[in-house]
Every structure is written in structure tokens, then in C-alpha cells.
């Protein structure tokens, strides 16, 4: 993937400020149901509040996100301030980013995962495939990713049209293996009447289940001590800060100079380290 770092503007996501984060193991399973209360999420390292997706600005209001890994999963957690709740989505795979949402990227060498969730506990998935990579890398043999399947078409981009990389096949209909999912709201969804706290997510996402996302790359999974991925962690909103701020609203822990997600080379640096944090 940082074979095209060079082509992607540099005025996008400058390397110097991209965001690096290490993710430590965990010897204790993770119950995935929002709450948060395990003794390890209050040791963990969270990452720096989000900032505006374009310009990088600070935020109004805070959000953050942490991860863990064991041998079976990789665990993430949001932190959301919100104070008026809101979601209307309810049909899994539902535009998601028409709510209120967070979501995560995962990138491979030639594909990458992309997950948003509200605070209804549902979700949107989608798989894509970097075209120039389809054939080379040897998904054209994968059933999964016939290009004839339902829900698959090709994707340019969002603002930033014409990546160095090309055209993406994009797959609405994948599904990430073993995925769990859950959320915890602090307040009155949908009821402007009060003052809500906000909204946490709890995700796992099975190691098992990213073979597919790694085919053109053949990394280890689980991860080793010292890997590397890139991963990308975002919020979106309906609403848009008071004025006194420039808020696209976008914003994400990796801002991206554009509007668009899509753009792997901006992505967070995530180190695995294979060493222990206590409960």
C-alpha cells in the first residue's frame, strides 16, 4: 500500500502528521456489549480527540477510540460525546452515514474493509478490491468476489476522484466473518427534550475473518510483536458545530485533507505489540 504514498498529495496527510498508535494484548476475553467496564478499556491508551476530517481543526465535542488484540480478535472501542442522541437506520447495510454514525477501515496491501455503525446497533459493511489488483493478486478466483455478484460495483472515490491507484471494485453485500457489535447509549435517543452524555461502541473483529482482507499481502495473523497496519477511525454527523468552528462534519482520529475516507495513505499507523496489559 505505501507504494502509492508518493502519488497520493502530499498536502492531503502530510506523514509527519499521521497519527501512530500501539496496540497491546490482552490475556482476558472481552465481553462485546458496549458497557466498557472491562478493567483493561480503563488502562488502555485512548487515542487524541478527533479532529475535523478536512482542515484538522479541533472539534466541539470529544470522541475517541482504543484497541486490544488477542489471539482470536482485534477489540475496538468508541468514546462518544454526544449530547442529543440520534439514529433512524434500522436495516443492516442501511446508509449508515445518514445518521449519526463512527466508523473503521482496515486497510490490506490491495483491499480494505470499511464499517460504520449507529447508535441503533446497526450496521453497514463494505469490502473493496483496488481494480488494478483484482487479477494480480488472485481475488478474480475467490467466489465471494465474482464481479457478477449482487451488490458489486465499481468505485471511484468521494473527493478524491482520481486516486493514483485507480478504481475500486466495492462489494455492499460482504459480510466480515464472526463480527460482534454492540452499543451503549447514555441518555434519550431520539428526545431533544434533555441532555444526553453520548455513545459508546464495542467491536471485535475476528482474526480468522481478515484472510480474505490480507490475500495480497500474506501478513500473520494474529498480528507478530512489531507488525504494522493501517486502519482508520472516523465520526460523522447530521448536525454541524456552532459557528465559531469549521466543522465539515467529518472528523476522524487521522484527518485526511479531503472528503473522503477512501484514501488508505492517510490512514493510522497501528503497531501490534506482543507484550501484556493487566486487567
Not at 50 to 71: C, K, M, N, P, Y
Not at 78 to 87: M, R
Not at 131 to 154: L, P, V
Request: proline share 5%.
Amino acid at each position: 500500500m505505501n507504494m502509492y504514498l508518493d502519488s497520493v498529495p502530499a498536502v492531503l496527510c502530510p506523514e509527519e502528521d499521521i497519527p501512530r498508535y500501539d496496540c497491546y494484548r490482552i490475556d482476558s476475553r472481552i465481553t462485546v456489549d458496549g458497557e466498557l467496564d472491562e478493567a483493561v478499556w480503563s488502562k488502555v491508551g485512548k487515542s487524541d480527540r478527533f479532529r475535523d476530517l478536512i482542515s484538522g481543526d479541533s472539534t466541539f465535542l470529544d470522541t475517541r477510540t482504543a484497541l486490544l488484540w488477542d489471539d482470536s480478535f482485534l477489540y475496538v472501542a468508541y468514546w462518544v460525546e454526544e449530547p442529543f442522541l440520534q439514529a433512524s437506520l434500522l436495516e443492516r447495510d442501511a446508509p449508515i452515514y445518514r445518521d449519526n454514525d463512527v466508523e473503521l477501515f482496515i486497510a490490506g496491501q490491495d483491499a480494505y474493509y470499511e464499517f460504520e455503525i449507529n447508535a441503533f446497533n446497526t450496521i453497514y459493511e463494505v469490502f473493496f478490491i483496488w481494480e488494478e489488483a483484482f487479477t494480480r493478486t488472485g481475488y478474480h478466483r475467490q467466489i465471494e468476489f465474482d464481479r457478477t455478484n449482487e451488490g458489486s460495483k465499481t468505485f471511484r472515490g468521494v473527493g478524491l476522484k482520481n486516486h493514483p491507484r485507480g478504481l475500486r471494485i466495492g462489494y455492499w453485500n460482504w459480510d466480515f466473518p464472526k463480527l460482534r457489535h454492540a452499543v451503549r447509549t447514555m441518555g434519550t435517543l431520539n428526545d431533544d427534550r434533555d441532555i444526553d452524555e453520548g455513545w459508546q461502541v464495542e467491536l471485535a473483529l475476528a482474526w480468522s475473518g481478515m484472510k480474505m482482507l490480507t490475500l495480497g499481502d500474506k501478513r500473520s495473523l494474529p498480528p507478530k510483536d512489531g507488525d504494522v497496519w493501517r486502519m482508520d477511525f472516523s465520526r460523522f454527523n447530521r448536525k454541524k458545530a456552532p459557528t465559531s468552528f469549521k466543522d465539515s462534519g467529518g472528523w476522524a482520529w487521522s484527518p485526511h485533507g479531503i472528503w473522503d475516507s477512501h484514501v488508505p495513505e492517510c490512514f493510522t499507523y497501528i503497531h501490534f505489540v506482543d507484550r501484556y496489559i493487566g486487567p
